[in-house]
């Protein structure tokens, strides 16, 4: 049997729900004080089945609005109104922490692999809750899912569920690949990334990062970054870049690369990003380009098109043949420079051996810094990082092998890792159909 779908009650219906319940009651208990003998009012005492059927709503559903009230001033005579049920609108303001998402996928991947269950928003929520502190309602948590690359789909029986999208699936799975061939060549993988690590402002944050709470972008204070790379060999040698900044700057980070990143890589490395610090190295045509430069995109591209057409049906052509020739400034240059470029899917910083080299550091300056001193603070970072030896480094990149091999193992059994989006326990098989997503 196919479940129906939810139906929104406004505060207008909800008013009208409840007083409808309260008039059916009231018309019961006067029929029934005045009841003659041998009168059977069997069908007047059920008033929730007769509201529902009155307003065109679920019994669930009319019991629910009892037990909350309902908002707006009542028209309804009747003593016994229960306390109004204040409905707020919630706002979602969703900051997407490279390690909460590695959190949230991996326990979204516990919940179909050890429990073999579907879970609910509401399941994963308080999960959540219990691991990182998740301290947002079930809209932050969606909204949240729709960023790290979830959309709607609907089952086979018509339920709801969040499903992760094809291209995110796509992109992972040509990544393990690459990543998989590269060590079979016996090639050096070589991690990086920058990252915020302390301010200097407040202490308590720092203490609080424990549990990997990236630093709010609107933080006061002088913040450090760090930029560095390492392999299971350990950290490349002199690499490290430790900056004091309030923005995290492009130009800082393409500096890092020509200076200290790539004059230090062993030869025939493969170099793994993570998927910011992108600009493309040239610029496509859009919709609003002009004609003339979406003619001169295609015959530069070698792309063949009728040049008496439109420019709708140019862009139309275009937009087939652009992810083809999509290149990055980055990328480019350190191909030049003979280096492998790898980038990781988005929002998948557990498959970054280096994430967990920054947690190491981060527990040493949690422990080490009491000060607020920006000499003293550098020191700190610098000595934190010469703690972290290579066998740290070992251990990191090997957890990140393993993740590597159960990613891989997940397509082989064809896992899909969905959210259901209803509170019932029904299960169902998603449908291929897509045409519901709601990007």
């Known amino acids: ?25 009231r018309e019961y208990e006067i029929t029934l004080s005045n009841q003659e003998s041998n009168c059977d009012l069997s069908h007047l005492e059920n008033i929730i089945q007769r509201t529902a059927e009155a307003t065109g709503v679920t019994e669930q559903t009319v019991h629910r609005i009892l037990k909350e009230g309902y908002d707006g001033p009542s028209t309804s005579p009747s003593e016994d109104q229960p306390p109004m049920k204040t409905r707020r609108k919630e706002h979602y303001l969703v900051d997407v922490d490279e390690v ?6 991996s326990t979204i991947q516990e919940f179909h692999v050890v429990l073999k269950e579907i879970p609910t928003l509401a399941k994963l929520r308080s999960v959540l809750q219990d691991k990182i502190g998740f301290d947002g309602c079930l809209e932050t948590l969606r909204t ?19 499903v992760e999208r094809h291209d995110i699936q796509m992109w ?15 090639r050096p993988i070589v991690y990086t990334d920058s990252r915020y690590i302390l301010r200097t402002d407040d202490q308590n944050n720092i203490k609080n990062d424990q549990k990997d709470k990236q630093f709010s972008r609107s933080s006061l204070g002088t913040r450090f970054a760090v930029a560095h790379a390492g392999s299971e060999a350990g950290f490349i040698d002199n690499a490290c870049l430790v900056y004091r900044t309030n923005i995290e700057f492009f130009g800082n980070y393409v500096k890092w690369l020509n200076e200290k990143l790539l004059p230090n890589l062993p030869d025939s490395s493969v170099v793994v990003l993570d998927s910011h610090h992108n600009v493309p190295a ?10 003339s430069v979406m003619k001169l995109w295609l015959t530069a591209k070698g792309i063949q098109f009728d040049s008496n057409l439109r420019k709708v049906e140019l862009y139309e052509i275009i937009k087939k043949h652009k992810n083809r020739f999509r290149t990055w400034q980055i990328d480019d240059y350190m191909k ?14 557990e498959l970054n051996a280096i994430e967990n080299i920054w947690k190491a550091l981060k527990t040493y300056v949690a422990i080490t810094y009491d000060k607020q001193n920006v000499e003293i603070t550098k020191h700190i970072l610098s000595k934190g990082i010469e703690n972290i030896t290579s066998n740290t480094w070992r251990n990191a990149c090997n957890a990140v092998v393993m993740k590597e091999v159960e990613y891989m193992k997940y397509f082989d059994t064809e896992l899909e890792f969905i959210i259901d989006l209803q509170d019932d326990n029904g299960d169902g098989t998603v449908s291929e159909d897509s045409s519901s997503d709601c990007d």
């Open 144 to 162: 949240l899912l729709r960023k790290m690359g979830y959309h709607l789909r609907r089952t086979n029986n018509n339920k709801k569920v969040l």
């Open 282 to 291: 040239e610029t496509m045509p859009t919709s609003v380009s002009k004609l």
């Open 100 to 105: 909460m998402t590695a959190v949230v996928r």
């Open 172 to 186: 992972r799975l040509k990544y393990l690949k690459k990543i998989t061939e590269y060590r079979s060549q016996g």
């Open 1 to 25: 049997m196919e479940s129906k779908p939810k139906k929104v009650v406004s505060s207008e219906g909800r008013r009208m729900i409840y007083n409808v319940y309260h008039f059916l009651k």
């Open 336 to 349: 030049s420079k003979g280096f492998e470029v790898l980038r990781l899917p988005p929002y998948h910083s």
